[in-house]
């Protein structure tokens, strides 16, 4: 009987069009940016009808690592999983000490990215980044940054800026709180001196009036957004939050090429573009050895920096 | 009047035939998800927002409105009934609601427990279109040291939920306190106490806690008390509606509950538990019943309810005047309100008015149209209580199980629903209350990142938290609930020994 059934499956699959039915972990709650990520590309495939029944599961906890553990473990050689994870997640396996990390998996292409905004609450007395990094400089710990979870890309970017402006990355007094929301009350409340979190989630206070932005960490100056990038204030940090796709190990060179070439035509397509729009995501797609290369530098430069900071030892 | 005007508006917009069936459709599925332990309000909106891809912005952010209130209501049900609420902020309605359907008085506990919900929602919706712009700017006073001396507050407050014996009770509670350390501690990214256990790393799920100790544990009970008379439960006793009595001692604790719900609610960093806590708290206090609170209060239904119905209605303040999500729900209609191109913020009243007033209105209808659905549900609901216990009980087991595979598939979650449904059991046997324990895993980790958070930004400065106004005022009110019932005690020192005498038993 169970041969019959597997054997009628198999025929199945076999008569089946070249359509693969993926199902997306997003390693996080629902709400937060994987699973909208994770979501969005679910919408997107089933309208274009690249993958007519995606299914999202959400797999929350730790940074992502335990998604990305149990999908390591479970899908090898699956040619109809994948994974969403980021920057963030590459922080999470450092910190975490997780058995299973970016290398156990096949990482597909980078699909959006956020950068980070350095803000200020408008009565704050400081104007700039430069008064920011010399009130850094005469006393570190005076200076309380709130931003998102420890380890994660908001603590690594007050890391890499403490560096640059010659201060002991230890001696940083960086408030950690669970989400953006949360830290950007500490920042309307007048509580902590500064905040690191993605432009998108300060963009309408910033227009408000209420926060002020000093800089942000993109390559170069962010069209529409009046504010220097940090590289132009003297500070060499060039930092990109990004979401990726991910499939499972053991693939073969054909199923790698199917879901090389389904996320291509995902991301070419005019909905994805609408989406990302929508939400104001940009699009960073970047994929094949050009990702793999960014992502080596990411790891290597976050793993030192969270070494400095004593959070990885 | 503008704001009238536009509220006015606003109704207009959202009693059009289709949105109201939209808001129909929410409160139903709402409903339905706060019956069932694990299933929150948050993971259905998630997967409905798909879905409304197709629809208008109005017309789906009122049926996630719809939801959200559905949801917050719905978990009453199942605490009350069956001793098993469906999500953290029902807990304390299972105190007395249950001990009131024991005792045939289900009807009236339910009863209370929606028309509470109904007046909570009414007026705190009411103050979100008219108040939202100031209550936000006193939620933001709310630093890491005011939240902190929040939590010392609810900490002293929670020993009214001890029930008979102050002794079991702190047990309960510091075990839930150090069930609390296990996972990454948030402020230095480090694991504690996880084992080398991946699944740990996020700490334990109050979800998963809650269903456990209350629904697995009641299970277990419940099981091992067949055929021993404290098994008889009264499905009805007298009327199965609130009697002039009952309407004489529920007024007062809703409006009660929702003065507390609703700015607690408003708070970034508030969360719909305390207020419940402290409803439940401040109405043990205030009752002219002391005798009946631990075996069936209809206060501590009322009160309670109330405040989780308005904290939700707070959570919308900071979300639609700062784009500030405070809960996963919230977190998920912030993401809904981005994919139709509209940014929650300061400018979204003044760039978006239909929407916002339309929002507004709707969440009206949908407290009101969860009136009209379950006011006559609740004679069905009691009925639940005749069905045979085996396989009333098959089902709860089925349900929390599925539940809590929904939210998290693994199989450690599934391990530790089973091992805290063992404890719950042993707990209950040996006369230990269960609720302190979960309160314990919802206040701990929060009163000790608000103390961190406070101490580090002062760098170390202890003096910090009795420097602020308000932080020192909740200290002081803290103290004296907790130093006055002693000086009380000690007048009357023969009552006070008899009664520790008791206690020990």
Redo the contacts between chains.
């Keep these: 009987m169970k041969s019959l059934v597997l054997a009628t499956l198999l025929a199945g699959a076999v008569a089946l069009p070249a359509l693969a039915d993926y199902t997306i972990i997003a390693p996080a709650?629902?709400?937060?940016g994987w699973?909208?990520t994770a979501?969005t590309m679910?919408?997107v495939m089933q309208e274009e009808g690249i993958s007519p029944r995606t299914q999202v599961?959400?797999?929350?906890?730790?940074g992502g690592?335990?998604g990305l553990?149990?999908f390591a473990s479970q899908n090898s050689g699956n040619g109809e999983a994948l994974i969403v994870g980021g920057y963030v997640m590459v922080g999470a396996i450092l910190?975490?000490?997780?058995?299973v990390s970016l290398q156990d998996v096949t990482p597909i292409a980078r699909l959006t990215g956020e950068y980070e905004a350095i803000v200020v609450p408008a009565a704050s007395p400081i104007q700039d980044m430069q008064g920011l990094v010399d009130a850094m400089r005469a006393d570190p710990?005076?200076v309380?940054w709130a931003g998102g979870?420890?380890?994660g890309a908001d603590?690594i970017a007050v890391g890499l800026i403490a560096q640059e402006a010659g201060v002991d990355p230890t001696k940083i007094?960086y408030?950690?709180y669970?989400?953006g929301?949360?830290a950007?009350?500490?920042l309307?409340?007048n509580?902590?001196t500064a905040g690191m979190s993605s432009l998108g989630e300060m963009?309408?206070?910033i227009?408000?009036g209420?926060l002020r932005l000093l800089a942000v960490s993109s390559p170069e100056r962010i069209e529409g957004v009046d504010a220097p990038t940090l590289i132009e204030t003297g500070l060499d940090v060039e930092l990109q939050n990004w979401r990726m796709v991910a499939a499972p190990p053991g693939l073969s060179d054909e199923q790698r090429a199917k879901i090389d070439a389904d996320i291509e035509k995902m991301v070419k397509s005019d909905a994805w573009q609408q989406q990302l729009a929508?939400?104001?995501w940009a699009d960073t797609y970047l994929a094949g050895e050009e990702f793999d290369a960014q992502l080596a530098a990411d790891i290597a430069s976050t793993e030192e920096i969270l070494r400095q900071i004593g959070?990885v030892k | 009047m503008d704001a009238f005007y536009f509220l006015m508006d606003g109704l207009a917009t959202a009693a059009q035939p289709m949105l109201l069936v939209y808001a129909l459709i929410g409160v139903t599925l709402g409903t339905a998800v706060g019956v069932l332990p694990g299933i929150g309000p948050?993971?259905t909106?998630?997967?409905l927002?798909?879905v409304t891809?197709r629809l208008d912005p109005t017309g789906s952010l009122i049926m996630f409105a719809g939801i959200y209130y559905g949801g917050m209501y719905g978990g009453s049900t199942t605490s009350i009934l069956l001793n098993t609420p469906g999500e953290s902020a029902s807990i304390i309605t299972a105190l007395e609601g249950n001990k009131m359907a024991r005792k045939g008085r289900g009807g009236p506990a339910l009863a209370t427990a929606a028309i509470g919900s109904f007046v909570a929602g009414l007026i705190a919706t009411l103050a979100l279109a008219f108040l939202a712009p100031w209550i936000v700017k006193v939620?933001?006073?709310?630093?890491?040291r005011e939240y902190f001396a929040l939590m010392v507050l609810a900490f002293v407050t929670v020993s009214a939920a001890f029930g008979d014996s102050t002794l079991r009770g702190l047990v309960s509670l510091f075990l839930g306190l150090a069930l609390a350390c296990i996972g990454?501690?948030?402020?230095?990214?480090?694991?504690r106490l996880s084992f080398g256990v991946?699944?740990m790393?996020?700490g334990i799920e109050v979800t998963t806690l809650a269903v456990a100790m209350f629904a697995i544990g009641e299970a277990m009970a419940v099981a091992g008390r067949v055929g021993t008379e404290d098994d008889s439960v009264i499905a009805v006793k007298g009327s199965v509606w609130m009697s002039r009595e009952d309407w004489k001692r529920s007024w007062k604790p809703w409006l009660r509950g929702t003065a507390t719900g609703f700015p607690i609610g408003a708070m970034?960093?508030g969360g719909a538990e305390i207020g419940t806590f402290l409803s439940y708290a401040t109405e043990k206090k205030l009752t002219k019943h002391p005798e009946e609170f631990g075996h069936g209060a209809i206060e501590g239904v009322a009160g309670p309810e109330a405040a989780n119905n308005a904290s939700a209605a707070g959570t919308l303040v900071?979300l639609l005047t700062?784009?500030?999500?405070?809960t996963?729900?919230a977190?998920?209609m912030l993401?809904g309100f981005?994919?139709?191109?509209l940014?929650?913020?300061?400018?979204l009243f003044a760039t978006n008015p239909t929407l916002v007033w339309g929002l507004i209105a709707s969440l009206l209808i949908a407290n009101a149209m969860l009136l009209v659905l379950n006011l006559p549900l609740i004679g069905l609901w009691v009925k639940l209580l005749t069905i045979p216990k085996p396989w009333l009980y098959a089902g709860i087991l089925l349900f929390a199980t599925l539940g809590t595979i929904g939210a998290?598939?693994?199989s450690v979650e599934l391990g530790m629903l089973l091992a805290f449904g063992v404890l719950g059991y042993v707990m209950r046997l040996y006369g230990y209350p269960i609720a302190p324990i979960v309160i314990g895993l919802i206040l701990g980790p929060m009163a000790e990142q608000q103390l961190r958070?406070a101490l580090?930004?002062s760098?170390g400065d202890w003096t910090t938290l009795i420097q602020s106004p308000v932080a020192a005022g909740l200290l002081a009110v803290a103290a004296l609930a907790l130093i006055i019932p002693m000086i009380l005690r000690a007048r009357g020192k023969g009552a006070v020994l008899s009664q520790m005498a008791a206690d020990e038993d």
Aim: aromatic letters at 2%; a negative charge.
């Design positions: 709650n629902p709400g937060g699973d909208q979501r679910q919408t599961q959400n797999v929350p906890g730790a690592t335990i553990a149990q910190t975490n000490n997780s058995p710990g005076a309380s979870s420890a380890g603590h007094n408030i950690a669970s989400g929301g949360e950007l009350a500490a309307l409340g509580q902590v963009e309408a206070q227009e408000a209420t929508d939400k104001g959070l | 948050a993971l909106v998630a997967l927002l798909p891809y939620a933001l006073i709310f630093g890491p990454i501690d948030q402020l230095s990214g480090q694991a991946p699944e790393l996020d970034p960093a900071p700062l784009g500030l999500p405070t996963a729900t977190a998920i993401a981005q994919q139709f191109g940014q929650p913020g300061p400018l998290n598939p693994s958070r580090s930004i760098q």
